[in-house]
Protein backbone atom coordinates (compact mmCIF):
# COMPACT_ATOMS: atom_id res chain seq x y z
CA UNK A 1 0.00 0.00 0.00
CA UNK A 2 1.43 2.74 -0.95
CA UNK A 3 0.73 5.41 1.84
CA UNK A 4 2.38 8.18 3.63
CA UNK A 5 1.52 9.53 7.03
CA UNK A 6 2.41 13.03 8.61
CA UNK A 7 2.28 13.63 12.35
CA UNK A 8 3.62 16.07 14.65
CA UNK A 9 2.04 19.76 13.89
CA UNK A 10 0.15 21.95 16.30
CA UNK A 11 -0.04 25.29 17.49
CA UNK A 12 3.52 26.72 19.06
CA UNK A 13 4.38 29.90 20.23
CA UNK A 14 6.86 32.18 18.04
CA UNK A 15 10.52 30.71 19.20
CA UNK A 16 9.01 27.00 19.95
CA UNK A 17 9.97 24.07 18.51
CA UNK A 18 7.79 21.31 16.99
CA UNK A 19 8.97 17.65 15.06
CA UNK A 20 7.28 16.01 12.47
CA UNK A 21 7.49 12.78 11.44
CA UNK A 22 6.37 11.01 8.46
CA UNK A 23 6.30 7.29 7.79
CA UNK A 24 6.22 5.32 5.35
CA UNK A 25 4.96 1.67 6.67
CA UNK A 26 4.21 -0.05 3.21
CA UNK A 27 6.30 1.17 0.47
CA UNK A 28 9.65 1.03 -0.69
CA UNK A 29 11.89 3.51 1.12
CA UNK A 30 15.17 3.62 1.53
CA UNK A 31 16.24 4.00 -1.95
CA UNK A 32 14.74 7.06 -2.72
CA UNK A 33 14.73 10.97 -1.86
CA UNK A 34 12.32 12.47 0.44
CA UNK A 35 11.31 15.61 1.26
CA UNK A 36 9.93 18.15 2.97
CA UNK A 37 7.09 21.01 1.59
CA UNK A 38 5.22 23.39 2.92
CA UNK A 39 2.16 25.27 1.78
CA UNK A 40 0.94 28.41 3.63
CA UNK A 41 -2.73 29.94 2.67
CA UNK A 42 -2.14 32.11 -1.24
CA UNK A 43 1.05 30.37 -1.86
CA UNK A 44 2.60 27.78 -3.55
CA UNK A 45 3.79 25.07 -2.05
CA UNK A 46 7.36 25.27 -1.39
CA UNK A 47 10.41 23.16 -0.43
CA UNK A 48 11.40 23.21 2.59
CA UNK A 49 13.86 20.22 2.77
CA UNK A 50 15.13 17.18 1.24
CA UNK A 51 17.25 14.31 2.01
CA UNK A 52 18.43 11.51 -0.70
CA UNK A 53 18.85 8.02 -0.09
CA UNK A 54 22.77 9.00 1.14
CA UNK A 55 21.99 11.24 3.25
CA UNK A 56 22.59 14.65 1.58
CA UNK A 57 20.48 16.79 2.85
CA UNK A 58 18.85 20.32 1.23
CA UNK A 59 17.66 23.06 2.67
CA UNK A 60 15.32 26.33 1.35
CA UNK A 61 17.38 29.70 2.71
CA UNK A 62 14.89 30.51 4.93
CA UNK A 63 14.90 27.64 6.98
CA UNK A 64 18.98 26.56 6.97
CA UNK A 65 20.24 27.00 10.74
CA UNK A 66 16.67 26.04 11.97
CA UNK A 67 15.48 22.92 10.69
CA UNK A 68 16.91 19.81 10.56
CA UNK A 69 15.58 16.95 8.36
CA UNK A 70 16.85 13.36 9.24
CA UNK A 71 15.50 9.69 8.09
CA UNK A 72 15.20 6.43 9.82
CA UNK A 73 15.42 3.84 6.87
CA UNK A 74 14.74 0.75 9.19
CA UNK A 75 11.52 2.08 10.85
CA UNK A 76 10.95 4.24 6.99
CA UNK A 77 10.16 7.11 8.68
CA UNK A 78 11.31 10.46 7.87
CA UNK A 79 11.46 14.07 10.69
CA UNK A 80 11.66 17.58 10.44
CA UNK A 81 13.46 19.12 13.48
CA UNK A 82 12.09 22.54 13.76
CA UNK A 83 13.93 25.34 16.20
CA UNK A 84 12.98 28.99 16.25
CA UNK A 85 9.79 29.08 14.56
CA UNK A 86 8.67 31.95 13.36
CA UNK A 87 5.38 33.31 12.49
CA UNK A 88 5.91 33.20 8.39
CA UNK A 89 6.59 29.09 9.15
CA UNK A 90 3.03 28.78 9.66
CA UNK A 91 1.52 26.22 6.85
CA UNK A 92 0.47 22.77 6.34
CA UNK A 93 3.68 20.58 5.87
CA UNK A 94 3.71 17.85 3.59
CA UNK A 95 6.16 14.93 2.92
CA UNK A 96 6.65 13.74 -0.48
CA UNK A 97 8.45 10.51 -1.83
CA UNK A 98 10.58 10.95 -4.97
CA UNK A 99 10.53 8.34 -7.44
CA UNK A 100 12.07 8.08 -11.00
CA UNK A 101 8.55 8.83 -12.97
CA UNK A 102 6.10 9.58 -9.76
CA UNK A 103 5.80 11.00 -6.66
CA UNK A 104 3.78 10.61 -3.77
CA UNK A 105 2.25 12.75 -1.17
CA UNK A 106 1.17 12.81 2.36
CA UNK A 107 -2.04 14.49 3.21
CA UNK A 108 -0.32 17.17 5.68
CA UNK A 109 -0.15 17.91 8.75
CA UNK A 110 -1.00 21.64 9.91
CA UNK A 111 1.88 24.07 11.76
CA UNK A 112 0.77 27.31 13.02
CA UNK A 113 3.02 29.79 14.75
CA UNK A 114 1.24 31.91 16.87
CA UNK A 115 1.42 33.67 20.29
Known amino acids: QVQLVESGGGLVQPGGSLRLSCAAP????????MGWYRQAPGKQRELVAS???????NYADSVKGRFTISRDNAKKMVHLQMNSLKPEDTAVYYC?????????WGQGTQVTVSS
Open 51 to 57: ITSGGST
Open 96 to 104: KQDRPAIAY
Open 26 to 33: GMIFSIYT
